[in-house]
């Protein structure tokens, strides 16, 4: 017999079981499983000052998250970043670049680097939108 839980602190196994799955899942229909892979702004010391998130395809990077130290944002450090994960997925063979941001966070800076909006999904939390958005990388080259 099976139940439904209810775990608000689920043990890190417990998660891998249904990420993996998930992954595995995904890997069976399109052939190939996304490969993470980050860029950090760190100083002399090694300390992270900021840094991306991404995922690889086969054609395709997913910018899962960029954060820059709140005392270096607007001093180019984002863009570095932005272009350096862009650069990685382009020696991947990669076509184009997704992310998702919300209405407070920084869709300016990506529409300024080249990403076009996709679309966007109103009051997704708290009366904020979600917008996604597309970099064709091949223009970029």
Known sequence: MYKIAVDHTPSQSDIDVIKESLIAFNESIVGVRAKQFSVFLKNDSGK?????????????????????????????????????????????????????TYDFQAEAFYLKNGYERMGEIKNYWLDHTKIFLRKNLKVSI
């Open 48 to 100: 992270v000052f900021g840094g991306i998130l991404a995922f690889l395809d086969k054609e395709s990077v997913y910018i899962d998250l960029l954060w820059i130290e709140e005392h270096l944002r607007k001093q180019g450090y984002g863009k570095k970043l932005l272009d350096t994960a862009e650069q990685e997925a382009i020696k991947k063979g990669c076509l184009f670049s997704t992310l998702d």
